[in-house]
């Protein structure tokens, strides 16, 4: 199977776990539902053909089991929506998907540091950062420039940053920040 789109529905419950036993799946976008429970994303990260995973706007519990070691698959993961997923850290797991250009980790409850590796990691790739309405306080190194070449939106409303405000170079035609 290529993929399982059942967003902007009123499906509800738990998300049934036989999703993640589909090795070859590359498209699940379970977004905008009232789906419940919690969801490890290590379970995610085995589905080795992922690249875009939606799990926004549902009433789950994202959480990420770290440990301590790469995560080899996360090599095909492209988009990323976990916006309201009641994540309170980016997961570490994400330093290793280097080809993500689509990541929404909005509406959240992540508090502390904006890691560095974020603008150096993404930086080819990056197209939409959404980190809004978290309690972010600042970014690591505080960067006064952010070198992403395809960056189109960066999203930083709503947290408590303060500091210097970082500037992408943007090669783009537009670009939308919002601070």
Same mark, same amino acid.
């Given at each position: 199977?290529?993929?399982? &789109? /059942?967003?902007?529905? %009123?499906?509800?419950g738990h998300i049934p776990k036989s999703f993640f036993d589909l090795t070859r799946l590359q498209?699940? $976008?379970l977004d905008? %539902?009232?789906? #419940?429970g919690t969801i490890e994303l290590n379970l995610v $990260? +085995? /589905? +080795?053909? !992922?690249?875009s995973l939606r799990l926004s706007d549902n009433m789950l519990s994202v959480i990420g089991v770290d440990d301590g070691y790469p995560f080899p698959y996360l090599g095909n993961i492209r988009i990323l929506g976990l916006a309201s997923c009641n994540l309170t850290k980016i997961p570490v797991a994400l330093r290793y998907a280097n080809g993500l250009y689509f990541l929404d980790l909005s509406n959240n409850r992540i508090d502390g540091v904006i890691p560095s590796w974020i603008w150096v990691n993404w930086k080819d790739t990056m197209f939409y950062l959404d980190l809004s309405n978290n *309690?972010? *306080?600042s970014l690591e190194n505080?960067?006064?420039?952010?070198?992403?070449?395809? /960056? #189109? *939106? /960066? &999203? !930083?409303n709503s947290n408590k940053l303060h500091g210097s405000v970082p500037i992408p !170079?943007?090669?783009k035609y537009k670009a939308f920040l919002d601070y």
């Open positions: 199977m290529y993929g399982i &789109d /059942l967003r902007s529905n %009123n499906f509800a498209v699940l $976008w905008s %539902n009232h789906f #419940e $990260w +085995k /589905l +080795k053909a !992922l690249y *309690t972010f *306080t505080s960067p006064s420039i952010i070198h992403m070449h395809n /960056l #189109e *939106t /960066l &999203d !930083l !170079l943007i090669a």
